[in-house]
């Protein structure tokens, strides 16, 4: 049973990189969007209502898919792209979880889910970039947001041996971290 605290926030609050993957998102989405982990549904709102854009925003966390649901996106509780037939999107935006955790991390409670990335900061970013390519439509394309947190090389390895090649959109460095938002395209087309 999950375990809520009602002085804690069960939901991601937008913040930088949220921004900047809308942005991203604003300018390179076309065709039929699914935000990943679309946590309060604030870039999912921004993309359809800047381009009026089909979007649809999923996430593990009810609280999180009830929350976007309430900003008006067409929100999914789903594990990654478990649910998703094959070619059912043009665009699949993700800011994942990415904070390097220890090991022995419980996995307790909604905000845990949306901030850590295992040990590597990459366990979501590893089996979404193995199943995204199945989700895309011919033409279709990848957007996802990279912290150095997570090991940028690590995860531009992991872009090309699922078959992108990839183009850095929006980049911004901080004290701590730089995000940069890649754009995912098929090595093959
Ligand atoms: C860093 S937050 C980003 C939230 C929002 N997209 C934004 O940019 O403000 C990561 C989101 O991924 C969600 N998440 C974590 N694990 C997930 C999974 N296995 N499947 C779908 N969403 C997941 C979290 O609940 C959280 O809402």
């Not at 854009?53 to 900003?71: F, I, K, Y």
């Not at 929100?75 to 090991?103: H, I, K, M, Q, S």
């Not at 979404?128 to 150095?148: E, M």
């Amino acid at each position: 049973m999950t375990r809520l605290d009602r002085d804690q926030p069960t939901v991601y609050r937008p913040a930088e990189d949220s921004g900047l993957l809308a942005d991203a998102a604003v300018d390179a989405a076309h065709g039929r969007v699914l935000e990943v982990g679309t946590g309060s549904g604030w870039v999912a709102e921004r993309v359809a209502a800047e381009r009026g854009l089909r979007v649809v925003g999923s996430d593990l966390n009810p609280h999180a898919a009830r929350e976007a649901a309430g900003r008006g996106v067409e929100a999914v509780v789903a594990d990654l792209l478990g649910p998703f037939r094959e070619d059912a999107f043009d665009t699949v935006c993700f800011n994942p979880p990415y904070l390097p955790t220890e090991p022995d991390n419980e996995w307790d409670d909604w905000m845990e889910h949306a901030l850590s990335g295992g040990e590597s900061g990459r366990a979501l970013i590893e089996p979404f970039l193995a199943d995204v390519d199945r989700v895309l439509a011919p033409g279709g394309r990848g957007l996802l947001l990279v912290s150095s947190l997570a090991g940028y090389d690590e995860v531009v390895a992991l872009i090309e041996d699922a078959g992108f090649v990839h183009e850095a959109v929006v980049e911004e460095s901080f004290p701590f971290e730089t995000l940069t938002v890649l754009r995912l395209d098929r090595a093959s087309e």
